[in-house]
């Protein structure tokens, strides 16, 4: 690619590309993993399940292995970054939950449950149980995972322990791999407070958010419903995808009979210790209004205060759209119009018209024809909050990979081939989605030239409660406690 055709407005630079130098600096210092438990003497399932075992009869050594790979490969980024950040934990416990505005992770596992109980008393103990287990998950620990025991009988795969609780085996397939950053987020969906006939499922409708909205139909939406919505919202982000994996295996485990899956979605994020990191259209995404780089004033754009219901306050909503791009279609336009439709400038991210990535947007930059030099159409114009009444949303993006799926073209000679299921899992976590989400992309939906590559099929708005303060406390207790 030349630097005269990545013109329009904005030179492609000659150097390499500029990062953020911004990186995201660990919160915390590495922690070593859990530390193992002596060994017992004999194989008693439990005892062997539980991880004190295998720590003592082999696996002791597997840090320093880890260390001794990572020593190999010095100065090899990618093996570098993943060695890093093992052992570094983020912290659980807070007046805000973790997983909104901590630096991104390279992995998440998205879900969301359904719950098959009308008892609220279920759910207080659901969430109290998931509170602790995602405490234990997030500080790395191996667990063993008390299970919900019904009022009839014991769990589906729960056996009774030492003390007449019932508990249930750590699949262990994260065993020894470290904290990993993991963060988990909770958030409660709209059918939580109303059911889809209007009951009350928990007595709790009468505190369902006016800000907690169902999102209408917008031009384009090919939305699956199967994955989409959900009572009750889990998102999991780590550097490792194991750890990620397991920690929605684990909290899905502890209450077989009282939430089931409804969906899930993996996605990833390349590592962004050089830069704010690309999505798959080639773009730094995350300059602007972002975890990576968030809004001066949090309490007026990401936090909800006291103009909605008390147990919501230090909270916040979450707006989740899957959205595939058509790769395909957009490799075969050439990147001096790729970045019209973006109005940035694909190398470096700077607007165009402006020398670097963190130059204003100047909207009203002429070029010698006087067309502007960010078309009307580009999609960071119409998203910007200049261009929005002020309305900020602050963005965490990751990127999805689904396969590919078959495709035959609708034209002569309808050649056959397959074509990617891969995108942008766009979260957006906001003070009210009514002055957030909802009117910029109002906007975006009926104008913005990135829809000529974008279609939504996945969509949910969730209630992002408060953090747990520290151990006793549990996510949701403003609301239900
Ligand atoms: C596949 C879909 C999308 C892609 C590839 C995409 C890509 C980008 C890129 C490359 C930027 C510029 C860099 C940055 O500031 O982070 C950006 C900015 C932004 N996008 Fe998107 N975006 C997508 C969907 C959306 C949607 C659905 C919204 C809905 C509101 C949105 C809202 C924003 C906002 C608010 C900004 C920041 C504008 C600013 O403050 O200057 N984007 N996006």
């Not at 690619?1 to 911004?22: F, K, R």
């Not at 696996?59 to 990572?70: I, K, P, Q, S």
């Not at 065993?175 to 939580?192: A, D, E, H, I, N």
């Not at 949090?298 to 979450?318: H, K």
């Amino acid at each position: 690619m030349t630097g005269q055709q990545a013109g329009g407005g904005g030179e492609m630079p000659a150097g390499p590309p500029q990062g953020s130098g911004q990186g995201t600096p660990p919160a915390h210092e590495p922690q070593a993993p859990a530390p193992p438990g002596p060994p017992a003497p004999g194989p008693s399932r439990r005892s062997l399940l539980r991880g004190g075992l295998l720590a003592g009869a082999g696996l002791a050594g597997a840090g320093a292995v880890a260390g001794g790979l990572a020593g190999g490969f010095a100065g090899h980024a990618i093996a570098d970054a993943t060695a890093d950040t093992a052992g570094q934990a983020e912290p659980f416990w807070g007046a805000h939950q973790a997983g909104i505005l901590t630096g991104t992770q390279r992995q998440t596992v998205l879900a969301a449950f359904d719950l098959t109980t009308s008892d609220r008393g279920d759910l207080v103990t659901l969430l109290k149980d998931w509170t602790a287990l995602a405490a234990e998950l997030t500080a790395g620990e191996s667990v063993t995972v008390p299970i919900y025991t019904p009022p009839g009988g014991g769990g589906a795969d729960a056996y009774a322990d030492a003390t007449g609780g019932s508990t249930t085996d750590d699949s262990l397939e994260a065993y020894m791999l470290g904290p990993s950053r993991l963060t988990l987020t909770v958030g409660f969906g709209r059918s939580l407070f109303v059911g889809s006939g209007g009951q009350d499922r928990f007595g709790i409708s009468g505190q369902l958010p006016e800000a907690l909205i169902d999102l209408p139909h917008f031009a384009g939406d090919e939305i699956a419903a199967a994955d989409s919505r959900g009572d009750v919202y889990l998102q999991a982000c780590a550097d490792d995808p194991q750890v990620a994996f397991h920690a929605v295996r684990s909290i899905a485990r502890i209450a077989p009979d009282v939430a089931t899956l409804r969906w899930t979605q993996l996605g990833f994020s390349p590592d962004n210790t050089g830069g704010t990191p690309r999505n798959l259209m080639g773009f730094r995404d995350g300059t602007m209004n972002s975890n990576l780089h968030p809004p001066a004033d949090l309490q007026a754009t990401v936090w909800a205060g006291p103009e909605g219901p008390a147990w919501m306050r230090r909270g916040s909503y979450l707006v989740y759209r899957r959205i595939r791009i058509t790769l395909e279609h957009w490799d075969r336009l050439p990147p001096n119009l790729q970045q019209q439709v973006i109005g940035r400038q694909k190398l470096n991210g700077a607007p165009l018209g402006q020398p670097t990535e963190f130059s204003p947007l100047d909207l009203d930059k002429r070029d010698a024809q006087g067309n502007p030099v960010i078309p009307f159409d580009a999609h960071v114009r119409l998203a910007a909050p200049q261009t929005n009444n002020g309305a900020v949303i602050v963005r965490r993006a990751f990127s999805y990979n689904n396969g590919t799926t078959p495709f035959t073209e609708r034209w002569p000679p309808w050649r056959q081939a397959l074509e990617y299921d891969a995108g942008l899992l766009f979260l957006a976590y906001q003070k009210d989605p009514r002055t957030g989400f909802l009117p910029i992309f109002t906007r975006l939906a009926e104008t913005d030239a990135l829809n000529q590559f974008t279609t939504h099929t996945a969509s949910a708005v969730f209630a992002v409660p408060p953090g747990a303060a520290g151990p006793g406390d549990w996510i949701g207790r403003t609301l239900l406690g």
